[in-house]
């Protein structure tokens, strides 16, 4: 009898092993396929398009900018234009290419901008958008003179392409901790749980290097005779991410755009160079298309990410982590 009883036992343990193993690697306790990514579509069109819609997302941002323009002015017949000496008005200058005389100014400019932009691979981004800029434009000074514009603000707006390198994020975290816990032994249980554990944080923060290049265009400009160069801007930032669930964050961008323009009036022969340097710093907000629809089943309670006939499903809305694993909360 004992006998017997033992061998059921062994013969059940046995089964339970299989089945309970099966369905480890096949889904966890939720649902939620650990092998493959779940469909998110009944059909294999919408489950390609909503994949690829999850990688789009949409941005706002503002903040403030200073801005310093330079003039390096020469001309034959200077005070032909809006150039005056304040003092010293016995002293003739010669203003050749060689020898000219460097104007300068700073003023303060508030931008706004809105875009879509991709990720690829979370290792670049791509996206484009629209911007606005409003400012103040200070007469250009050099020495004992001055440059005169008829007004003293501005307005332009730019169509822009960006391309970002994502330079640390949760993924590259984990590398760098896995290099870090490289010293210690995989027999060491302690280090290697306690490995597991910190790459398994949520790390929320992600560091990217942008360029953004475009065309301005002058909505108003301080001068009517000032117009944008024909050459398109490019800039430089640092952008700095913080995730608050998976399709929303917020972010901070600071850098430099470098742009040109030209004073050119059609009564007089030469034509001055204005260059103009914009150090900007932005907070913006970002909103992730998301991809998974959200469960309308009546009587469905669950709040993560689950699965109805084969089709995963979110269950709470996208200001919240969807996929949550371990255990539910509103």
Known sequence: MRIKLTALSAAFLMISTIVFGQQGQEADIFGISTKAKAPKSESGVGNVFRNVLENFSFEVSTGAAFHQSTMPFYSETPYEFPFYQIQNFDNVLELTEETPVDLKSSDWAMPINAGLRINIFSLLTIGG???????????????DHEFNFEGASYQVSKLYGTVGLVLYDAKRRQSFLKWQYRRYSTNNLYMQSELTQRARQRYPWRFLLEAEFGQLNLQSSMDPNVTVSEDPYFGVALRIERDFSEYTKM????????????????????????????????????????GTKRCKIPGCGVVMKHMHNGIEYRGSGIFNYQNRKIGQWY
């Open 129 to 143: 958008g629209y911007g606005m800029e409003w400012g103040n434009f200070s007469n250009l000074r050099g020495g």
């Open 251 to 290: 972010f901070i961008k600071g850098g430099a755009e470098f742009r040109a323009f030209n004073y050119a009036n059609p009564n007089l022969p030469d034509i001055q160079m204005l260059e103009q340097n914009v150090y900007a710093l932005q907070v913006g907000f970002a909103i992730r298309f998301p």
